[in-house]
């Protein structure tokens, strides 16, 4: 019998297209393994009916002669920061528990109408923000890769999609939408040895998606292989009038422009990102990266972005600032959560409905970004924030004149385990130094696995292009996973 | 720069978030430790940089002006925590 777990995006479209095999058939097969694997906690609401009805609807148009979408027949996982009208959506905070959308986010209806069904809502840090899944009100995603030192530690499946990777990497589904404010697509790809690419700024609509930091989210997907990727990035992007910010150009055709000969392309290395006291595994991953891609035939060359120390701290006042404006719209009233005391008048009602709902990094976030846009010091962090973010820009378009694209770590360490970081908000935001500049400047940045640490577990190389050149990032990504022979997966213990 | 707990349970109310005496206490570490590490952007020479708006360039587009949706009442009511009839209902706000 056919494992359909074991098939990605592109072997299960083109199956049902062929009639090798019933879309129904796969969706119970893959309703079966997420409904098996609540002990990953990748899932917030699973929904087995949507995925039958929209397998069921695939095998209808096939039956009838009718032309099949790009994701024709293929179950996919959402994250539940993407508005799925009719099925509740959370952003895994206690103050939209219950809030179920009468509307269709943009990217999913784009998704559906490309064939595509959903298995279920998949977990995430609550309102996209941490990098280890553990603010979900939800409870922790727990990774399927456990360290081969013979412990069961259980670690961090990244975040903000963690319920995406976790459940990829356990071949619940094979893809997943994630979204990406400073590295939320692209650090728990690497942690857990698939692929995953955040699009430049404006690929794909925002509407319908829960803000966090307006300037910064961008959706994008996450899959086994590049090629599965490129599949499901062009059913999710497209120009959105609804998006004021999305971008009028058409979507190119990214599968099928996959090329991983890379004669002529100049890749930089940039030095500010060989921090010292560099993990080993990361160096000696890096190191083997480089090598495959002079051995597609890139030219390696070193580079300098000097701000690079900068744009954390950056990101740090940037995404707090936009978050506590975007998330003053939970207020008891309209949507989600209310909480009013007795006797308390609507100010009362307005905190102590806010207090609840919101979790704690959350709320620290809030906090954060209200003191940063506060009268009397505004310019002197949010304006001069703004300004160190037109200088990381500046970085990298000076870079472009020496290099098409960038090769780095995806993140400074392999996974962590649950709980490591939990007491210290700084050294858990330290675990996005190499993902948030390229989100502070809008390029499209790819991760794809890159080997294995010494302990066993996936780490990831980062791919970071021109805007608007997500073709040569997953070419290179391409180039990448023909020769790094990856082919570890976590065992099955769950 | 760093703030003290006044200045804690200020950011609280302009925040809208109610918080108790031990959770700003414990603010009070929290945040000067985010604010110590991001005044490093200070030394940052920012002379004649404009600050950022646009990470890709785009132009705001204008919309013709008429009247995409409405009468959606029901949706916009389905998720209230407390609705009465067809307004969302609130804490009396005048006396």
């Known amino acids: 019998m056919t494992d359909f777990s074991r098939m990605g995006v592109a072997a299960i479209r083109d199956g049902v297209a062929k009639g090798e095999f019933k879309a129904v058939e796969v969706a119970e097969a893959l309703n079966t393994r997420v409904a098996n694997a609540k002990a990953l906690n990748a899932f917030i609401v699973e929904t087995p009916e949507t995925a039958l009805e929209a397998a069921a609807a695939v095998d209808a148009d096939r039956a009838a002669g009718k032309p099949l979408g790009k994701m024709a027949g293929v ?4 994250k539940d920061l993407f508005c799925t009208e009719g099925v509740q959506t959370t952003a895994a905070s206690h103050i939209l528990e219950g809030f179920v959308p009468t509307y269709e986010s943009t990217v999913s209806a784009n998704l559906w109408k490309a064939g595509a069904g959903m298995l279920g809502k998949l977990n995430l840090d609550q309102f996209a923000m941490g990098s280890s899944n553990e603010t979900s009100y939800f409870g922790n995603v727990i990774s399927p890769w456990r360290r081969n030192d013979g412990g069961n530690a259980a670690l961090a499946p990244g975040g903000s999609s963690g319920g995406s990777s976790s459940a990829i990497a356990a071949r619940l589904c094979p893809a997943a939408t994630g979204t990406d404010t400073g590295g939320s697509i692209r650090q728990p790809a690497a942690f857990t040895g698939i692929s995953g690419i955040k699009p430049t700024y404006g690929r794909c609509s925002r509407w319908g998606i829960v803000a966090f930091a307006s300037s910064l989210d961008q959706a994008g997907p996450m899959a086994r292989d590049v090629r599965d990727c490129a599949i499901m990035l062009e059913a999710m992007a497209g120009f959105d009038p609804k998006d004021s910010t999305s971008l009028d150009l058409p979507v190119p055709a990214w599968e099928s422009g996959l090329n991983s000969d890379l004669k002529g392309k100049r890749i930089g290395i940039p030095r500010e990102y060989r921090l010292d006291g560099i993990d080993e595994d990361i160096a000696a991953m890096w190191d083997n990266g480089i090598a495959w891609l002079k051995d597609a035939g890139a030219d390696v060359v070193d580079i300098s972005l000097p701000h690079t ?3 954390l701290p950056a990101y740090y006042i940037i995404a707090p600032a936009e978050a506590s404006s975007n998330l003053a719209r939970y207020d008891g009233v309209r949507f989600g959560l209310r909480d009013l005391p007795d006797g308390s008048g609507l100010q009362d009602m307005y905190a102590a409905t806010r207090a609840a709902g919101f979790g704690a990094e959350v709320r620290r976030r809030i906090m954060i970004g ?16 703004q300004k160190v973010r037109a200088l990381i820009a500046r970085d990298f378009e000076q870079a472009w004149a020496s290099c098409d694209l960038i090769l780095a770590p995806t993140a400074p360490s392999a996974a962590f385990g649950l709980g490591e970081k939990t007491s210290d908000p700084l050294s858990m935001y330290l675990n996005d130094v190499f993902a948030v500049p390229a989100s502070l400047a809008g390029l499209p940045a790819m ?5 294995l640490s010494k302990d066993g577990l996936p780490l990831g190389l980062q791919i970071i292009g021109k805007a608007l050149d997500e073709q040569a990032v997953l070419n290179a990504g391409l180039a990448i996973e023909e020769r790094s022979g990856f082919t570890a997966e976590a065992g099955e213990w769950w | 720069m760093s703030v003290d707990k006044d200045t804690v349970n200020k950011i609280a109310r302009l925040s809208r978030i109610a918080i108790s005496d031990a959770e700003a206490d414990k603010m009070v570490g929290e945040l000067n430790g985010i604010l110590a590490w991001v005044e490093q952007l200070g030394e940052v020479d920012v002379t004649g940089v404009e600050p950022m708006t646009a990470v890709i360039p785009n132009k705001l587009r204008l919309r013709d002006d008429v009247v995409t949706d409405g009468d959606v009442r029901e949706k916009v009511l389905a998720n209230a925590p407390a609705r009465e009839g067809s307004f969302f209902g609130v804490p009396k706000v005048i006396e």
């Open chain 1, 75 to 78: 179950p996919i996982g959402m």
């Open chain 1, 447 to 451: 991760s794809v696995p890159g080997g």
């Open chain 1, 309 to 311: 120390k900068y744009a």
């Open chain 1, 370 to 385: 209200t003191y940063v846009l506060s009268a009397g010091f505004y310019d002197a962090y949010y304006t001069q924030a």
